[in-house]
Structure formats: C-alpha cells, structure tokens
C-alpha cells in the first residue's frame, strides 16, 4: 500500500507568519500593554484587567475571520475570561498575576491526559509542522501510528514530557505571583516562556533522536 493510498488528507500546515502573529497577540501584546498603562499612571490591577482582554481580542478576532476557534485558543479564552470574572470579584492583583500559572499548569495536566488516549496531544501539535515534511519519506503518520508500537510509544513519552514541564511552569509562575514585586512578574513571566519551550525543545530534540522517531519516518518499519 502506497503512502498517497494510506493516507487521508493531511491537515493543513500553520504559517510561520501566523504563528508569529499569535505569540505577540497572546503573549508580547499583553505584556506591552501592562507596562505602557502602568507608565501611563494606572493602578497595577487596572493594567492588568485591561491587559488580559488582549488575548480574549485575539481570540474574537480569530473567530469573526474563521467562524471557529481551535483548541488551545478557546481553551485560553475561557479560562481568561473565568480568571477575569474571579479577580473582578475578589480585587485580588496576586490572582490576577497567577492565572498564566493556572492556564500552564491545567494545560500540562491536559497533557497528561491525553497520553493514553487514541492521539496525544504532542503528536497532534508535532504532526502539522514535521509530517512529511522533516526526515520523511512520505509515509502517513497514521499509517506509523498504525503499525509502529515504538512511533506510538514516542508520542506518548513526548506527551508526558510536555505536560510535567507544563505543570512546573505553571507552579513557578504561581510561586512568582505570590512572592515577587507585583510588577516584576509580568515582565518575567513573558521571559520564562521561551526559557520553558526552548528547553522543551532541546529535551524532546535529544529524546526523538535516541528513542529512534527520525528513522522510523524515513523507513517506515513495522515495530
């Protein structure tokens, strides 16, 4: 059976642009917009209600041009707005400032979740960026997934992996809402994020290598 047979359709491929256009919506905008109210004389509270509504725009903007949200964009949004809701009615600036560490910290447990059901969400994520496209030789992945125990194996780890550094994202960027200056923490959680994915990265990098994902894309075996 021939990859092109195997295979339906594959999703269609994220732009570098848009994926771009989303980290500063989400996460460069909001971080701006904290520090430029403040400078601008607004309570701590204040700027960040108002920051928080940047992510919520981004995700209405998203819905108006595609008439749907994915996944993780409406996961944030409702937990955005529920955080929003909650700090409106307790005035409480420290539960404004955790919420980030709310929002990572229940996605790494929706990580985890997910190791053990049909498709994990690191193969879910991983698959529009590499199938086909990185050390490949065409195969389908659920062709892989099918018949390869150690191609399932792989995502399931990597899975896990991303949910327990989630998880510990999310408990030190609480710990910081807790225990840091009020307007030290915006700024520092901004800079944990890539420290956090590029480490994801090194680590799943030297994981997919050893655990042998590269050459069973390009060889396809049965395992």
């Known amino acids: 059976m021939t990859p092109s047979a195997a295979a339906p359709a594959r999703p269609a491929r994220p732009s570098g642009r848009r994926t771009v256009l989303v ?4 996460v460069a ?13 607004l309570s701590t509270y204040a700027a960040l209600i ?9 995700a209405l903007l ?3 041009r595609e008439r749907r949200l994915d996944g993780m964009a409406a996961y944030v949004a409702a937990v955005m707005l529920l955080a929003l ?16 560490g709310w929002v990572t910290g229940v996605a790494g447990l929706w990580f985890l979740w997910t190791v053990r059901t049909s498709r994990p969400l690191a193969f879910v994520g991983a698959r529009p960026l590499l199938e086909g496209r990185f050390r490949s030789d065409g ?10 125990a150690r191609f399932r194996r792989i995502w399931r780890v990597s899975t896990a992996i991303w949910g327990v550094a989630m998880i510990l994202d999310g408990a030190v960027r609480v710990l910081m809402a807790y225990t840091l200056p009020v307007d030290v923490v915006p700024g520092l959680g901004g800079l944990l994020w890539p420290v956090t994915l590029v480490l994801l990265q090194v680590v799943n990098g030297v994981y997919y290598e050893v655990a042998g994902l590269w050459r069973i894309t390009r060889s396809s075996p049965s395992a």
């Open 50 to 58: 108002v920051s928080t509504l940047v992510p919520l725009l981004s």
């Open 139 to 148: 195969t389908s992945w659920d062709v892989l997934w099918q018949d390869s």
């Open 85 to 100: 809701a909650a700090s409106l009615v307790s005035g409480s600036t420290r539960f404004m400032l955790a919420k980030d």
């Open 29 to 41: 905008l909001p971080i701006g917009a904290f520090y430029g109210l403040r400078a601008a004389g």
């Open 62 to 64: 998203q819905y108006r």
């Open 23 to 26: 980290l500063l919506a989400d």
